[in-house]
């Protein structure tokens, strides 16, 4: 089984609608991130959490919202989406305990098309 | 702004050549690099990191960092088709990485 998973993998909403994606994982690890991607701009962050209770904007979190309900899951929402949000979405995790806490590790990715 | 750039490509070398990708970043205080391999539709995978100035060889791949001059690159030696994917380019600093946009290398049997 994949240590880190997002659902859903694909997801075509409306503007306006209210969405929320999911990133759960098995790995153990205490940071959370989420990214965005969009072709020639590589990827940016939107949110990340050093544990439960810590959240942190990232470079683009104006139109998202975050939570961190566990230490193994992490959601992003767009509370109202716009179809410049359409994007490829990735969870990343790092372990501060680890041997290198800077390592980042990817989930498969949700592609989100708003129309 | 912290940033980070690469040459987009696409790069294209013949099967068994030398692929040699390189990125530069504005951000001095960087303190980790890290090279992902990006398959179209898949997500990045970290194939090298590097810490100190030099070289670090991991099989067909070495990372070689230069921080006077800001400067880190990967080769890829004896490049196979599978090779072919974008590799993406990350700086790290004080819990902020940033990543470059990617360099497509396309590998010829």
């Known amino acids: 089984d994949a240590d880190v998973t997002q659902t859903p993998r694909n997801r075509i909403t409306k503007t306006g609608k209210r969405i929320m994606l999911e990133c759960s994982q098995t790995k153990g690890h205490d940071r959370m991130y989420w990214y965005r991607q969009d072709p020639g701009l590589g990827l940016r962050l939107i949110y990340y959490s050093f544990d439960v209770k810590d959240i942190n904007k990232g470079e683009i979190s104006d139109g998202y919202s975050v939570s961190r309900q566990a230490q193994a899951k992490f959601s992003l929402s767009l509370e109202s989406a716009i179809p410049n949000q359409t994007a490829l979405y990735f969870c990343?995790?790092?372990?501060?305990?680890?041997?290198?806490?800077?390592?980042?590790?990817f989930g498969p990715g949700t592609r989100l098309t708003v129309l | 702004q912290k940033e980070v750039e690469q040459n987009s490509g696409p790069l294209s070398v013949p099967e068994g050549a030398i692929a040699s990708l390189n990125c530069t970043y504005s951000?001095?205080?960087?303190?980790?690099f890290f090279w992902y391999r990006q398959y179209s539709g898949k997500s990045p995978e970290l194939i090298m990191s590097?810490?100190?100035?030099g070289d670090k060889e991991d099989g067909r791949f070495t990372a070689q960092l230069n921080k006077a001059s800001q400067y880190v690159s990967l080769l890829i030696r004896d490049s196979q088709p599978s090779d072919s994917a974008t590799y993406l380019c990350a700086v790290y600093n004080n819990n902020d990485m940033r990543f470059g946009a990617g360099t497509r290398l396309t590998v010829k049997p």
């Open positions: 951000d001095r205080g960087s303190q980790s």
């Open positions: 990343a995790t790092s372990d501060l305990r680890g041997i290198r806490p800077d390592t980042q590790y």
């Open positions: 590097i810490y100190s100035n």
